[in-house]
């Protein structure tokens, strides 16, 4: 099993940037595809961006592409999401995620572990 814990989250203004961090730790989890989800208020989980185990392919969601980028840290552990020009609707709870196989996909049902979340607000 591997444990994620997310950090970073917090209150900001449209047009601010923020970076969230998700550790990793546990058997194999340095070579798991890593996602970042979120999940606004009443509204279903969605794909943000992956991340394959050595870090040279990613993913993105249409809505991010362009202002967010993930990132890992294989020495560290870590999967970093920098997120630039927020938006309000950017606003959710943001979830790390991870997966043992090695194909980078966007449904949240295809993920192993989760991490507990952490909240982004973005305020207009």
């Known amino acids: 099993q591997v444990q994620l814990v997310e950090s970073g989250g917090g209150l900001v203004q449209a047009g601010d940037s923020l970076r969230l961090s998700c550790a990793a730790s546990?058997?194999?989890?340095?070579?798991?595809?890593m996602g970042w989800f979120r999940q606004g208020p009443g509204k279903e989980r969605v794909f943000v961006a992956a991340?394959?185990?050595?870090?040279?392919?990613?993913y993105y969601a249409d809505s991010v592409k362009g202002r967010f980028t993930i990132s890992r840290d294989r020495a560290r552990n870590t999967v970093d999401l920098q997120m630039n020009s927020l938006k309000p609707e950017d606003t959710a709870v943001y979830y790390c995620?991870?997966?043992?196989?090695?194909?980078?996909?966007?449904?949240?049902?295809?993920?192993?572990?989760w991490g507990q979340g952490t909240q982004v607000t973005v305020s207009s």
């Open positions: 991340i394959n185990y050595n870090g040279d392919t990613t």
């Open positions: 546990g058997r194999d989890s340095s070579t798991y595809v």
């Open positions: 995620a991870g997966k043992r196989s090695t194909i980078l996909v966007a449904s949240p049902g295809r993920y192993d572990s």
